[in-house]
């Protein structure tokens, strides 16, 4: 079912990868960069992972993201007007808008409004309807509208990329994020932000690696520092230090 899935999403000039079911990370060296169209890398893919979520790189199309397990992002969500485009529900119950392509529109991660994120070139997407999530409005592909691109360029916020190149194995890589977001969401009172700091600079190595997307990293860390209590402003502003310090 999901190897078909991949091989129609190639056969429409979509380059696909695979993902790791739980924390969504890349399961093959390079991530993203190395998502191909090629049928038999593909096949070969899903034989070795036959659970894998199908990653499909952005920039030939662009993402809002609008996680609505949160209430900023439904109220966000409900008033921003946004024109009807192909939208994929989300295994959490939010909302992947695709667009039309626009350079202007990279990856960030709350930089439109709390919990909404974008995808553009050197990002990813999980292609839900391969999970057998809804899609809604098939057909369209709107363009972005112009009141984002300005909202992001107002915003701009760049997240250092570590210069590390040191390769690292998909399955290494894959439990290093699970035991990071073990450490930071089980954080006690007292230590959630400096723990959180030490958890997002290592996603910023990851991201440097190519393991995950910076915007992705940055949104890991946020939403286990939450589980922790911690408010959202509080947690965004120790990511972005923590981005920050990673050479």
């Known amino acids: 079912m999901k190897t078909a899935v991949a091989l129609r999403l190639a ?10 079911s739980e924390t969504k990370a890349p399961l093959i060296a390079g991530g993203f960069k190395n998502a191909t169209t090629d049928t038999t890398i593909i096949k070969s893919w899903w034989r070795q992972y036959p659970t894998a979520l199908i990653g499909v790189p952005t920039g030939k199309f662009v993402v809002i993201d609008a996680d609505l397990q949160h209430q900023a992002a439904v109220h966000w969500f409900s008033r921003a007007n946004l024109p009807l485009t192909r939208t994929h529900i989300t295994r959490s119950g939010g909302r992947h808008l695709l667009f039309r392509a626009d350079n202007r529109v ?32 098939t057909e369209v592909l709107a363009a972005v509208p112009e009141w984002i691109v300005a909202k992001l360029a107002r915003t701009a916020t760049s997240y ?19 035991g990071i977001v073990r450490t930071i969401s089980g954080a006690r009172q007292g230590e959630r ?28 860390a946020i939403e286990a520092a939450k589980q922790t209590g911690l408010p959202y402003p509080e947690a965004m502003r120790t990511v972005r230090s923590a981005f920050r310090s990673v050479p």
């Open 11 to 20: 056969d429409k000039g979509h380059t696909v990868f695979p993902c790791s």
């Open 106 to 137: 990279g990856c960030s991660a709350g930089r439109v409004w709390a919990h909404i994120d974008t995808r553009g070139a050197g990002g990813y997407i999980i292609w839900w309807p391969a999970e057998g999530f809804e899609v809604q409005h």
């Open 160 to 178: 250092p990329t570590s210069t590390t190149t040191r390769s690292i194995k998909p399955a290494v890589a894959v439990n290093k994020i699970e």
């Open 193 to 220: 932000n400096s723990v959180l700091h030490w958890g997002a600079c290592r996603l910023a190595e990851l991201a440097g690696q190519s393991v995950i997307t910076e915007s992705d990293a940055a949104a890991i």
